[in-house]
């Protein structure tokens, strides 16, 4: 009997170190049972490192949505309104509207994207210490940011409430940690709908109200502020994580900080795959062409890691040379579509972390990784303060290994669940069949 209890005991102690890492593999192979093997995966067998960029440049590396399984996943993460999202969108008159619209509102000169992140943090941090998430605390930061590159006015709380409550609803079901909840969306498409002639730049004029509205919302108040918060607690929980480069980035100059952006950037890249479908063949060689219609997914993580030495390790020494002898791609390829913030985003960035590190020190145990779905635990202690936070830390360590087994075990139903829901709705591929 004591025995019995005894092993019920270490059974139950050791779930942390041994079940979720079970439960995401068991995850990764019901995606792929429901999703099916479409893709080509790149780098991989048929295309190795040393060629993605050119395959991914191809010319007919350019179907974005149609005749893809996948899509119908992100649309759904993304519905109503994703045949409105830029992203999504096929190459034609109404994509090149609507992406010139996005480089003008992007179009912020430096010195103006510097003083409004710095207002922005201002605003939004206020007198914040102790544990918090860093996805949870950057995202009233880039709603305020994102809404006054739209409207050129300072954001109502009403407004960043609701563009909080979209931005992490779309997040947290993309990390399968929750489910969709439309009626947040709804809320937010009827208040942008309300304000269309406040845009500070002309809206595309072919596409109605309602398109405009979705429009805006996936670009500005959905993909920016999801990605920006994102990308910024990665930044934090790196530094957080790295006491000697906290201290290093807090002293250094903005060559330095740009060097630990890349880094983090490098190991933790925002995209984990980016798919096109080819519209034309793509010859590889004399015998091997990828035909017209296949699935490319072009695997940044794998990308980023080919070529590095110790690539696992932070080492933003490694941008000591150009960023473009590198294989490293955070904002995507030039030749295809890339990021229309790939400008701006670092910019804004760079002087949120010098603001924040300016006032905070950063401490965490707990674990980083691609996806983050423990959005950043982190212990934010005023800068002047001497308290060496040890059992808060500790406390993060335990209560971060115990969420992961729960946590896992939550995306796995409710990833799987939507997985199946998005195959059944065929958003994507019902909108391409009318
Ligand atoms: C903060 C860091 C960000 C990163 C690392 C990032 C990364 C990326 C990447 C890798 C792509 C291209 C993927 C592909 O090839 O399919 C992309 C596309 C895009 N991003 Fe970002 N992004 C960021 C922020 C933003 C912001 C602030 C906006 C604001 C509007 C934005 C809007 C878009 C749009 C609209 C596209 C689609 C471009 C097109 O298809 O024409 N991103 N982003």
Redesign the pocket.
């Known amino acids: 009997m004591l025995i019995t209890v005894v092993l019920a005991i270490v059974f139950v102690l050791s779930l942390p170190w041994w079940l979720p890492a079970k439960v995401v593999a068991l995850r990764v192979r019901l995606f792929a049972r429901i999703n099916g093997d479409e893709g080509i995966q790149i780098p991989g067998d048929l295309v190795g490192v040393d060629r993605f960029k050119e395959v ?1 440049a191809h010319p007919a590396a350019s179907g ?1 949505s149609e005749g893809a399984a996948l899509s119908d996943l992100f649309w759904y993460w993304l519905s109503p309104g994703p045949e409105m ?5 096929e190459a034609g008159e109404r ?1 090149d509207t609507v ?1 010139r619209t ?1 480089r003008g ?2 179009a912020l000169p430096r010195a103006e994207a510097e003083e409004l992140t710095r207002r922005c943090v201002a605003r939004t941090l206020g007198d914040v210490r102790g544990l918090v998430r860093l996805r949870d605390l950057m995202m009233p930061l ?1 709603a305020e940011f ?1 809404y006054e590159l739209v409207f050129a006015e300072p954001c109502p709380r009403q407004a960043r409430d609701l563009i909080v409550g979209n931005a992490d609803d779309v997040v947290t079901a993309l990390k399968c940690t929750g489910l969709r909840h439309m009626e947040r969306r709804h809320r937010l498409t009827r208040y942008l709908l309300g304000r269309l002639n406040r845009v500070r730049v002309p809206l595309p004029s072919g596409l109605s109200p309602e398109e405009q509205a979705y429009y805006l919302q ?3 108040f959905n ?3 999801v ?2 918060s ?3 607690a990665h930044v934090l929980m790196v530094l957080a994580r790295h006491p000697d480069e906290q201290r290093r980035a807090r002293e250094g100059d903005d060559r330095h900080l740009d060097r630990v952006i890349d880094e983090t ?1 490098r190991l933790y ?3 984990g795959i ?3 479908v080819t519209t034309g063949d793509i010859a590889l060689d004399g015998d091997t062409t990828i035909p017209a219609g296949s699935v490319l997914c ?1 695997n ?1 993580p794998d990308f980023h890691r080919a070529g590095f030495t110790d690539p696992d390790r932070f080492d933003p020494d490694r941008f000591t040379r150009p960023a473009r002898e590198l294989n490293h ?5 030039a030749a ?7 400008r ?3 910019i ?2 760079r002087v949120a972390v010098r603001e924040i590190l300016h006032r905070y020190t950063l401490d965490s145990t707990a674990a980083h990784t691609r996806s983050m779905p423990n959005r950043g635990p982190c212990l934010v202690t005023p800068l002047r303060s001497s308290r060496r936070p040890r059992a808060a830390l500790a406390y993060m360590r335990v209560r971060d290994r115990w969420e992961d087994v729960w946590r896992s075990l939550v995306q796995l139903v409710l990833g799987t669940y939507m997985v199946w829901d998005a195959r059944r709705q065929r958003l994507c591929e019902r909108h391409f069949d009318h």
């Open positions: 991914y974005r999202h830029q992203e999504h969108l994509y992406a996005t509102l992007l880039w994102s996936g670009a500005f993909t920016a502020v990605q920006l994102e990308a910024m950037f890249p925002l995209f980016a798919h096109r072009f940044y791609i955070p904002f995507g390829i295809n579509r890339p990021c229309p913030a790939w701006l985003a670092p804004a960035m």
